[in-house]
């Protein structure tokens, strides 16, 4: 996560310009990320500027990527970051600073790490009894390559701290980096980019990376649940907002609906349901925004959505059994096909049940103080319901010759967006306890929604 406005520098310049001085010394050929390009969106869609950066191949340069690729044949490129918003040269620089994001999170050295069984680093280990869990039919299906952890196999660790209190904390170096295997030792999860984050406040960092992984929580809930969201109704927030939005509206064939997806930790989410009705293959496009201004929040969907959108245009075909998806894009693109788009129907369907909500009521958590403020009331909060989070240091030599702090932020209580249809840790006991601490009605583990999760 990369919504960054910078600090420590000229109130003169413009936030655009100032991430721009920040981030030129590491852009090109001086450095591990490309100068970003804007995308525009098809015509006749309202849009917003959105812009990306790559890292390129980074196999050739870091030779534990290279091992990793070797070893399981993933793609070593096209680790994309990607920015948007009203102010074109901003997105563009956003999209710079979540390129190295990416770059951090594919950086590191063995010698960060130590090889032990979480029996022996006792107390001093992140405890895996409090990972998500797969349910009893995932278990049975081994195709997906992912294990329950147990406390009795060595495999690698790498040093992090407990939020709430800063505690050194060993954790699962797979947690952590975009391109890390072990020979022999079955994954925990697929590797995602959940909870990176990058900032040059390093409060905003922390902060930033916790509330991704809040967000994938309630994306991941409100699909397997089907939870019959609020529709929001936009009473507030900047003037392009409401023209962009007015956009969608004056065309028959295009929409842009907004919910509340705000569950039990208070901090405002959205969800975005983008629709081209007369599209075959992009009838249903889902974005999601979260923050502790509700306004801001409904923005951030608005743009994922469309960037979803742009980014699906450059992909292949999904495959055709279900099963098999394990991509990013791949789960997206099947569900987004006119052909299913009943399985929106709790959403946007014409006997959805969830009424409206106004935005500028969303969230019990409003935004007060400091980045740091608002990260210890948060932390303090998840604690109440039994959740621990952790930090890692993604930071390399180009981050921090920029003055960038980057982060890996791992809450194990809460449930994780999988990409991996054949692995959505359905044993998960989030996936039924939050529903029901909102008041939605709770939909048993044989009920749950079969569909691939469409978010990317």
């Not at 793609?75 to 920015?83: E, F, I, N, V, W």
Request: proline share 9%; hydrophobic share 40%.
């Amino acid at each position: 996560m990369a919504n960054l406005a910078p600090v420590g520098t000229s109130t003169q310049s413009s936030p655009a310009t100032a991430l721009r001085e920040r981030l030129s010394p590491i852009v090109g050929r001086l450095g591990p990320v490309t100068p970003p390009r804007r995308l525009p969106l098809p015509e006749g869609i309202p849009g917003l500027p959105i812009a990306s950066s790559s890292t390129g191949d980074v196999r050739w340069v870091l030779p534990e990527v290279a091992g990793f690729a070797e070893r399981t044949g993933s793609q070593t490129t096209g680790l994309d970051g990607a920015g948007g918003g009203f102010d074109p040269d901003l997105a563009e620089w956003v999209a710079v600073a979540e390129a190295v994001e990416r770059y951090c999170a594919t950086v590191y050295s063995r010698d960060q790490l130590i090889t032990a069984t979480a029996d022996e680093l006792g107390p001093e280990a992140l405890d895996l009894g409090t990972m998500p869990r797969l349910s009893d039919r995932e278990l049975a299906d081994e195709s997906h390559g992912i294990a329950p952890a147990r406390k009795d196999v060595p495999r690698s660790w790498v040093r992090g701290v407990r939020l709430v209190d800063a505690r050194p904390t060993w954790i699962p170096a797979e947690l952590i980096w975009l391109c890390f295997s072990e020979p022999g030792v079955q994954r925990l999860s697929a590797p995602n980019t959940t909870g990176c984050a990058i900032h040059s406040d390093p409060w905003q960092a922390l902060l930033n990376g916790l509330l991704e992984v809040v967000e994938r929580d309630a994306i991941a809930i409100v699909w397997r649940q089907r939870l019959p969201l609020p529709e929001i109704e936009v009473d507030s927030g900047p003037p392009e907002l409401h023209e962009l939005l007015a956009g969608f509206r004056d065309d028959a064939g295009l929409s842009m609906r907004l919910f509340d997806a705000t569950l039990d930790l208070g901090v405002p989410t959205v969800y975005a349901v983008y629709q081209e009705h007369r599209s075959e293959r992009y009838h249903q496009v889902l974005g999601c925004g979260i923050s502790p201004s509700p306004e801001k929040a409904a923005m951030n969907a608005v743009r994922e959505a469309l960037s979803c959108r742009l980014a699906l245009e450059h992909h292949g075909d999904p495959p055709a059994d279900p099963g098999l998806i394990r991509s990013t894009m791949d789960g997206a693109l099947y569900m987004a096909k006119a052909e299913r788009a009943h399985a929106f129907d709790f959403l946007v369907g014409p006997k959805r049940t969830g009424g409206t909500v106004a935005l500028s009521r969303l969230g019990s958590a409003a935004w007060q103080g400091s980045p740091k403020q608002y990260l210890v009331r948060l932390l303090s909060r998840m604690r109440r319901a039994g959740l621990e989070s952790f930090a890692v240091d993604l930071g390399c030599d180009e981050s921090r010759e920029v003055g960038l702090t980057a982060v890996k932020v791992v809450v194990p209580g809460l449930q994780p967006l999988s990409f991996t249809h054949r692995a959505q840790f359905l044993g998960t006991p989030r996936l039924f306890d939050a529903p029901a601490a909102c008041g939605y009605p709770v939909h048993a583990p044989g009920d749950l929604n079969p569909w691939p999760q469409p978010f990317a």
